[in-house]
């Protein structure tokens, strides 16, 4: 998602005719150029912000979609931290990405934040909500080296499966944008994630070999579950969040 949004952001014409010359991209396309910028401008730019009150989290995060509470796993993952949580919040849907490039990001108090990690423990620190309180430094030990397969590793064969293996769904059933947009949107996505994910290392591998780590990852979850209710015993905690984020899609 992040990519996503942070390649939309500095989409250009040129890098657009790029795209048409580089790919051989049928003439049709070509008009796409012209209506793409449009998006940019109708989806991308920044809204009129609304009354902020003190104490409540701003959460911008994707809009939902028909599959699920959000196409994002982090965005899921840390909506549902606050739901569970108790804190405080609003949301508000679109494409704006924070100062890094991310979603999710939040607003509370002037502050800003991105990167989901980073607001859970700042919201933990601040507000103490009984989900983070209680376990010992061995169950966070295990949490931490659960969150950090599902973020690393796991999210990148959902990404990869989705945007490059199924480009032709997301265009249907998730960006929601005229056929030739569609088409060369998703086509610039799917170029970027290629190279992100031969840089993380995880692209460099075959189809096959990518469900065969992402399969062991999941078997590995299922393992350590088992008849527990939730991962870490009796209580919902934070890594439950990631976990159903990362699940729902």
Not at 109 to 124: A, K, Q, R, T, V
């Given at each position: 998602g992040s990519v996503f949004c942070s390649l939309s952001r500095n989409m250009s014409v040129e890098s657009l005719k790029d795209l048409v010359l580089e790919n051989r991209v049928p003439l049709a396309a070509v008009v796409a150029i012209g209506i793409a910028v449009v998006v940019k401008?109708?989806?991308?730019?920044?809204?009129?912000?609304?009354?902020?009150?003190?104490?409540?989290?701003?959460?911008?995060?994707?809009?939902?979609?028909?599959?699920?509470?959000?196409?994002?796993p982090f965005c899921l993952?840390?909506?549902?931290?606050?739901?569970?949580?108790?804190?405080?919040?609003?949301?508000?849907?679109?494409?704006?990405?924070?100062?890094?490039?991310?979603q999710p990001w939040i607003e509370i108090d002037g502050e800003e934040m991105s990167d989901s990690g980073f607001i859970i423990e700042f919201l933990e620190k601040k507000h103490k909500p009984e989900i983070s309180q209680g376990f010992s430094q061995t169950d966070l030990a295990i949490a931490h080296f659960?969150?950090?397969?599902?973020?690393?590793?796991?999210?990148?064969?959902?990404?990869?499966?989705?945007?490059?293996?199924?480009?032709?769904?997301?265009?249907?059933?998730?960006?929601?944008?005229?056929?030739?947009?569609?088409?060369?949107?998703?086509?610039?996505?799917?170029?970027?994630?290629?190279?992100a994910s031969h840089a993380h290392g995880i692209g460099r591998h075959s189809h096959e070999e990518i469900?065969?780590?992402?399969?062991?990852?999941?078997?590995?979850?299922?393992?350590?579950?088992?008849?527990?209710?939730?991962?870490?015993?009796?209580?919902?905690?934070?890594?439950d969040c990631l976990a159903f984020g990362m699940l729902a899609q």
């Amino acid at each position: 998602g992040s990519v996503f949004c942070s390649l939309s952001r500095n989409m250009s014409v040129e890098s657009l005719k790029d795209l048409v010359l580089e790919n051989r991209v049928p003439l049709a396309a070509v008009v796409a150029i012209g209506i793409a910028v449009v998006v940019k401008v109708l989806f991308f730019s920044a809204r009129p912000r609304s009354p902020r009150k003190a104490g409540v989290v701003i959460l911008h995060q994707f809009p939902s979609w028909k599959f699920g509470p959000n196409a994002s796993p982090f965005c899921l993952r840390l909506q549902t931290f606050l739901n569970l949580s108790g804190i405080p919040y609003e949301v508000e849907e679109g494409l704006k990405m924070s100062k890094k490039d991310k979603q999710p990001w939040i607003e509370i108090d002037g502050e800003e934040m991105s990167d989901s990690g980073f607001i859970i423990e700042f919201l933990e620190k601040k507000h103490k909500p009984e989900i983070s309180q209680g376990f010992s430094q061995t169950d966070l030990a295990i949490a931490h080296f659960i969150e950090r397969m599902l973020s690393e590793h796991t999210y990148w064969a959902i990404v990869l499966n989705r945007w490059v293996d199924n480009r032709k769904l997301v265009n249907k059933y998730m960006l929601g944008l005229p056929a030739p947009v569609g088409f060369v949107v998703s086509t610039l996505v799917a170029r970027r994630l290629r190279k992100a994910s031969h840089a993380h290392g995880i692209g460099r591998h075959s189809h096959e070999e990518i469900l065969q780590l992402v399969r062991a990852d999941l078997t590995a979850l299922s393992a350590f579950l088992g008849s527990k209710p939730f991962l870490l015993g009796d209580r919902v905690a934070r890594v439950d969040c990631l976990a159903f984020g990362m699940l729902a899609q």
